[in-house]
């Protein structure tokens, strides 16, 4: 799996949208970038991913960039319950072969969202 | 669907005793994932299951640790013996194509 880098910690106000960066230079082709949170204490939780085109469902939006070597999640209003490590990974999707099947996590990026 | 359950929640054993951690994926998921956290090494993959079969163990800390799929329904991760080094919050996650689901997680305390 490609390594991915993401900033320590953040700091976002409540009601304002939350970007958090992610680069992934050495993406492969066949590699999608996918974004996980966790809540202290709680296991990780799945939030969007996204292959090339810009993705949004209900919890956020994926931006990626034209040479996919970066990704940026956006958070739209942050509220006080989206403080979190958000973890950025990239690997190819299950459906490819066996061997894809790997998620490993780095260690991510502290949100806080202040009032 | 319960989501992936795990048990115990919560285990504090003493050094050199086994610990068996169980887990239970969710219904027709065909990988299964055991990870661990702690503060100072973060969220670490030690082994990843495919259709019951295990794929890369290479996270395995050493030989005291185990794990065994014997279905698709059940999956165990065994420390023994355990040490106090071990202790840590013990996730298990499965999935069946891009998103992947965490179970509540296990702490474990080797005293």
């Known amino acids: 799996d490609a390594k991915t880098t993401q900033p320590t910690s953040m700091d976002c106000a409540e009601g304002r949208a939350a970007n958090l960066p992610c680069n992934h230079s050495t993406i492969s082709g066949n590699e999608y970038v996918y974004w996980y949170r966790q809540i202290h204490s709680q296991g990780p939780q799945y939030i969007i991913h996204g292959l090339k085109n810009n993705e949004t469902n209900e919890m956020a939006s994926l931006i990626i960039t034209e040479d996919r070597k970066s990704s940026t999640l956006i958070l739209p209003h942050a509220t006080l319950r989206d403080t979190a490590v958000y973890y950025c990974i990239v690997r190819v999707a299950s459906s490819y072969n066996t061997n894809a099947g790997k998620s490993t996590f780095g260690d991510g990026t502290t949100l806080t969202v202040k009032p | 669907d319960a989501g992936v359950i795990q048990s115990p929640r919560h285990e504090v054993t003493e050094m050199g005793q086994e610990v068996t951690l169980r887990c239970k994926p969710i219904?027709?998921?065909?990988?299964l994932f055991w990870y661990r956290q702690t503060m100072m090494r973060g969220l670490e993959l030690l082994i990843y299951f495919n259709n019951n079969v295990p794929i890369d163990d290479s996270g395995m800390p050493e030989d005291r640790f185990s794990a065994k799929m014997p279905n698709a329904s059940f999956s165990t991760l065994k420390i023994q013996p355990s040490e106090p080094r071990d202790s840590a919050v013990y996730f298990c996650a499965s999935r069946a194509y891009n998103e992947q689901f965490f179970g509540p997680g296990t702490r474990l305390t080797v005293l």
């Open positions: 219904s027709g998921h065909d990988y």
